[in-house]
């Protein structure tokens, strides 16, 4: 049972371009789930997917924020024109079944700079 | 709204005592609580979880919490750290959407 898994793992852009990052879920995790850490806080949640239907939108921090699950396993998280604010660990998370009682299993993370 | 609290950035522990890392939540309903630990420039690991029924936990790697419906608390627990335990420790809360709600995280340090 290999973990979740996300590309790249590190990424350096300069304001004003596109990133798209990927996250492979735990095969047969129904449920996808995409987070955002900045320095000192806790994982904030930003959008998830019950197999390829995007369930939960208004988390998305802008409209520059995108994210894709096509055929209900890997998904993407995109982010237009990026932002300094945008620098950040982008973490990825899968679970079984959806509900709150649910364990989520998380990847490494993406962790982005913008400059 | 569904949160946790953690109320202190940093624990320090010396190897081989007791370690406690506090958690209090705010839910409506019944609590689905969780610990998760953090490695430097790493993903999230699952330590354990209450759902319900016993209130002392049994997770990962030694640790245990107790959850506490009268303090509204789930504090993480270790007889004997290691410094190996040294690491960035989130609670956090299971949300009406399947997401989970995180605390701020508590640094935890073990010192030998």
């Known amino acids: 049972d290999t973990g979740v898994s996300q590309d790249p793992r590190h990424k350096i852009t300069k304001r004003g371009q596109n990133v798209t990052f990927r996250c492979d879920p735990i095969?047969?995790?129904?449920?996808l789930y995409w987070y955002r850490q900045t320095l000192g806080q806790g994982p904030e949640f930003l959008t998830y997917f019950q197999n390829e239907a995007q369930l939960e939108k208004s988390r998305l921090l802008s409209d520059r924020f995108s994210a894709e699950r096509p055929k209900g396993s890997f998904s993407t998280l995109e982010i237009q024109r990026t932002e300094q604010g945008d620098s950040a660990m982008y973490l990825c998370?899968?679970?079984?079944?959806?509900?709150?009682?649910?364990?989520?299993?998380f990847g490494p993370g993406t962790r982005l700079l913008v400059l | 709204a569904q949160s946790v609290a953690q109320p202190e950035d940093q624990v320090n522990v010396a190897e081989g005592n007791p370690l406690t890392v506090k958690c209090t939540y705010s839910v409506s309903g019944n609590p689905y609580l969780f610990w998760y630990v953090q490695y430097p420039n790493r993903g999230l690991q699952f330590l354990l979880k209450y759902i319900t029924g016993d209130n002392l936990v049994k997770g990962s790697y030694g640790f245990e919490a107790e959850f506490n419906k009268s303090q509204t608390s789930f504090h993480l627990k270790k007889p004997s750290a290691l410094v190996s335990d040294s690491a960035l420790y989130f609670c956090a809360v299971g949300g009406s959407q399947g997401n989970l709600i995180f605390g701020k995280g508590t640094k935890l340090s073990v010192k030998p």
């Open positions: 998370a899968s679970s079984s079944r959806g509900g709150p009682e649910e364990t989520q299993y």
């Open positions: 095969s047969e995790h129904n449920r």
